[in-house]
């Protein structure tokens, strides 16, 4: 069984805030964890029959430009992860979907982080008007390619995004389930943080 018998804020970030648990470990002995507290993300497969949305923009953190899907925070109050879905290919791609279906939940950094990202798939796609895009998604580039193609720039190294791999690879397959399956691993920590209760959040 483990425990959390202490826990101390570290760092309060905008969109992250960092605390340290100590932890009582099943054999007794205690032991300090870091965990970085996430809003939690949603990502998009959007797809037009034919091929997927590929978004590429800079990711400070690795100092480079990443390939990656259609994607965004669960930061705004109260929102619905499927909504946070449709405010986020409107946003990125200047789309709308008649269909929506879920793919899979992705534990980004699972050691260190509550982080989890729920994948989408959205098929009858049609254009919407996008608002002005700021910060790095103003020099944000969207391609289109068919999902072979997007499975080979992942074997190939060019698509290193954790998310989009699964994504990519879950599409591919065929693995949709209900747009309304649970989803349990949501993070709230954060949100609670925030002010919010984040219990009612799906």
């Known amino acids: 069984m483990y425990e959390v018998t202490e826990s101390s804020l570290l760092i309060d970030a905008p969109i992250i805030a960092v605390r340290r648990d100590a932890v009582t470990m099943p054999g007794g002995c205690s032991a300090n964890r870091e965990i970085v507290e996430h809003f939690g993300a949603v990502a998009v497969v959007a ?9 590429q923009q800079y990711r400070h953190p690795l100092g480079r430009r990443l390939w990656e899907l259609p994607a965004g925070l669960l930061d705004v109050p109260g929102e619905k992860a499927v909504e946070a879905a449709h ?13 929506w279906s879920m793919l899979l939940d992705v534990a980004t950094s699972p050691g260190v982080s509550d982080e989890v990202t729920r994948v989408y798939l959205a098929t009858g796609l049609s254009p919407t008007d996008r608002p002005e895009p700021e910060d790095e998604e103003a020099e944000m580039q969207v391609t289109w390619v068919s999902l072979a193609e997007a499975k080979e720039k992942v074997l190939n190294g060019e698509i290193i995004n954790s998310v989009a791999v699964a994504g990519i690879f ?18 709230k920590a954060l949100a609670r943080r925030r002010g919010g209760s984040g219990a009612d959040l799906a």
């Open 170 to 187: 879950a599409a591919a397959e065929g693995n949709a389930r209900p747009v309304d399956t649970p989803f349990d691993l949501r993070p």
């Open 87 to 99: 405010r986020e290919l409107m946003e990125e791609v200047g789309l709308s979907a008649a269909r």
């Open 47 to 55: 797809h037009d029959g034919e091929r997927i949305a590929l978004v």
